[in-house]
């Protein structure tokens, strides 16, 4: 494999695994911290709903016995006495039901029911939470009988809870985008560091390759202290090394050529007396 093709891969390598290890562990990040926000969100508005729904029961109750204290019968006035929480059911994000067993004693707005497939409470016994999606809206709602000896009466409260969950989705969606700019601009300044820190090495390979072909005054350019400058010079240093032998081995090799060319012409003369003489005795 050639130098260019390692170079890519090791750069590209590291680029790569890098970037998937950023995208990985950020966008797992926000992902925590999404589902964190979410179940926040969650408690907030649910316990809101609670806080309302005991507000509003206990007030309920307090009036029932206020009616009871003066011999006056609590069914026929309900709805006067309901109507006293209009800034509760005045908001368009409220609703409130009371029901005797099963009958609708009083609602706010359109009927109030309890979504299919929850708990439905029990006398005396805890209050029911749920949340439940109705007409594409996020919707919390509280379930809970009053107290003995009104055990007969169950309240329903609705609070539409689509604001709280929207803002929650564009906060989300936001840190998402905002990953996704971040992670652009994460990968561009990756693949610059990574040029820059593979750049000398890709001038080694070339000075390597001059060196080779004979240029064996090339050398690498020196800039700084740090670990690429330390081994910048130590390839210099071994570069001058090389130049050095093969100097020298130059110059061996030319008075090896010297002494057999002196050593040629002093062997001519005495060859040619004996030639002659050959021939004269031939």
């Known amino acids: 494999k050639s130098d260019t093709a390692w170079r890519f891969d090791v750069k590209y390598r590291t680029f790569f695994a890098t970037l998937a290890l950023f995208l990985i562990t950020f966008h797992l990040g926000i992902f925590v911290i999404s589902v964190t926000t979410f179940q926040d969100t969650v408690r907030r508005v649910q316990e809101k709903s ?32 309901l109507q006293t929480y209009s800034f509760f059911s005045g908001d368009r994000k409220v609703r409130l039901a009371l029901y005797k067993g099963t009958d609708l004693v009083y609602s706010s707005g359109r009927e109030v029911g309890w979504p299919s497939g929850f708990a439905e409470p029990a006398a005396g016994g805890e209050r029911v939470v749920s949340m439940h999606k109705s007409d594409g809206r996020t919707v919390v709602a509280v379930s809970g009988m009053l107290p003995e000896p009104y055990e007969t009466y169950r309240m329903v409260y609705q609070y539409d809870a689509t604001e709280a969950f929207s803002s929650w989705k564009r906060t989300k969606d936001t840190m998402f985008w905002i990953a996704a700019l971040l992670s652009v601009l994460l990968a561009s300044g990756l693949l610059y560091l990574l040029h820059r820190i593979f750049q000398p090495l890709s001038l080694i390979s070339k000075t390597s390759r001059d060196i080779a072909a004979g240029a064996f005054d090339t050398r690498l350019p020196v800039n700084g202290k740090d670990e690429l400058s330390e081994m910048a010079r130590s390839f210099n240093h071994m570069a001058e090394e090389i130049q050095r032998q093969m100097t020298e081995l130059k110059e061996a090799a030319e008075k090896k050529q010297q002494f057999i060319d002196n050593f040629a012409h002093e062997l001519r003369t005495p060859l040619t007396a004996i030639y002659g003489y050959a021939e004269y005795l031939q």
């Open 50 to 81: 609670l806080d309302d729904h005991f507000l509003i029961t206990s007030m309920l109750l307090k009036d029932f016995q206020a009616l009871e204290s003066r011999n006056m019968k609590a069914e026929g006035s309900i709805a006067a006495l």
